[in-house]
Each structure stands twice: as structure tokens, then as C-alpha cells.
């Protein structure tokens, strides 16, 4: 397993709002401290910034969290990496 390192992209996916209007999402995220346990990130949004620390990994794409961005091979994946 990869371990990420400061100045890193990885993926965070934003929390959806509560009455499901958004989905959670995929946001480009730049690594800003490392732990052994979690991670610290400065969000890219395409409206804006913001930061968020202790945030820990997961491949299931909850709110919250964050992984390696996908290499992107086929429609359905890009489908998929989106929802
Ligand atoms: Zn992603």
C-alpha cells in the first residue's frame, strides 16, 4: 500500500447534504500532514477551499474520507468514480 506524503493529491469525498439533493463527491484534495492513522487535507472544491484533518482512508467512498484517485480505463469506471 501506497503510503501518501505531504504535498500529495489524493481523493476526499465530500459528505452529501442531508436530504440527498448532493451525493457524496470526489474532490481533489492536497496532503498537509501525515499521521500514522490519518491523514490532514486542504480540499479543492470547485467553489472553494477548505481543511480538514484526521481524516482516515477508505476504498467505500463515504463521506469523510479518502483514497488514491482511480486510473480511469472505461466509461463505466469514470461512472462509477463519480457517483
Ligand atoms: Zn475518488
Redesign the pocket.
Known sequence: MTQPTIGRIV?Y?SYGSAGGEYKPA?RAALVTEVREDDIGLGVINPTGLFFDRQVRESDE?TGGTW?W??VITTEQEAAD?DR
Do not use: K, S, T
Request: proline content about 12%.
Open positions: 481523493h469525498v470526489c467512498h483514497h484517485p482511480c468514480e
